[in-house]
């Protein structure tokens, strides 16, 4: 069974979250840990994680997927943007503990002026700093557009990361495909030349989610505007293969399209029609 869902809005906490997913047939879903602009997260509640668990269970929902605000910059030439960051992810990390097992999926951040390599350095310090050989969550560095000086633009650029990391472990990769298709990544014309070259770099072991969205604009154009399934530059067609592809079974897919809960629930039910058992 395709395992597959989209973005929800977790402004009503995880039960909520279920039930939205239900709504829309799916049996597994991404949600901000807080205000996508950062700020405090709100309390979590241990009666509605517990409901949440039972209602997941009775779905089907195995796994699911956590994003980090997007304000957060691991690379900030400013210390203090560095320290939001560390803090913010240190607390969020603290309470993914609530549900274990699940990834925790971040955008490893911009440079800015200082160079990739400064970027690479800058952050894989933090998360030498912030993981712990006791965590459950699996911390995720996702692939990226390349839009102004954003680290993570190519497959090497998130090796680097990795390499550095002690408890290398606790990291893998999500894969965006709007974002490595605006990268130059061409996945519509050669999606197996792709993949292979990913798993030469960074090792398809690595891989622990795709991110699954259509592109408003073509390949290598470093833009990051997600377009609906089909209306895009990568298109329907491709879609389905990536959904098929043997180096991606098993998956889970996460859309996040520009849509409201019924255009995910039309998303849904396509690819889930297209998706070959
Ligand atoms: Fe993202
Ligand atoms: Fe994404
Ligand atoms: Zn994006």
Redesign the pocket.
């Given at each position: 069974m395709l395992e597959i869902g989209c973005h929800l809005s977790c402004a009503k906490g995880y039960e909520a979250m279920a039930k939205d997913a239900e709504k829309i047939h799916a049996n597994t879903f991404q949600f901000f840990t807080r205000n996508p602009r950062g700020g405090r997260a709100k309390e979590i509640q241990p009666e509605d994680v517990e409901k949440f668990k039972v209602r997941a269970e009775s779905l089907g929902i195995r796994r699911i997927l956590a994003?980090a605000p997007?304000t957060l910059n691991a690379c900030s030439a400013e210390e203090k943007v560095r320290e939001f960051a560390r803090n913010t992810m240190k607390d969020d990390l603290e309470r993914m503990e609530h549900t274990p097992g699940n990834c925790y999926?971040f955008?490893p951040g911009s440079h800015v002026s200082q160079g990739a390599e400064t970027g690479i350095a800058l952050i894989s310090d933090m998360l030498n700093e912030l993981l712990t050989p006791g965590q459950t969550t699996t911390v995720l560095l996702?692939t990226m557009a390349g839009k102004g000086s954003e680290v993570g633009r190519s497959f090497e650029e998130l090796r680097e990361i990795l390499d550095r990391v002690s408890l290398t472990e606790k990291m893998g990769v999500c894969l965006?495909t709007c974002h490595v298709y605006d990268g130059g990544y061409d996945i519509v014309q050669d999606l197996d030349g792709v993949l292979t070259e990913f798993d030469r770099v960074i090792g398809l072991s690595r891989l622990k989610a795709v991110?699954l969205n259509d592109s408003m604009y073509g390949l290598g154009s470093h833009k990051d505007r997600h377009a609906r399934i089909g209306e895009g530059k990568i298109g329907a067609e491709a879609m389905v293969r990536i959904i098929n592809h043997p180096a991606l079974r098993g998956l889970p897919f996460y859309l996040e399209t520009p849509n409201e809960l019924p255009g995910y629930a039309q998303e849904i039910r396509f690819l889930r029609e297209a998706y070959k058992e």
């Open positions: 994003h997007y999926n955008h996702e965006d991110h």
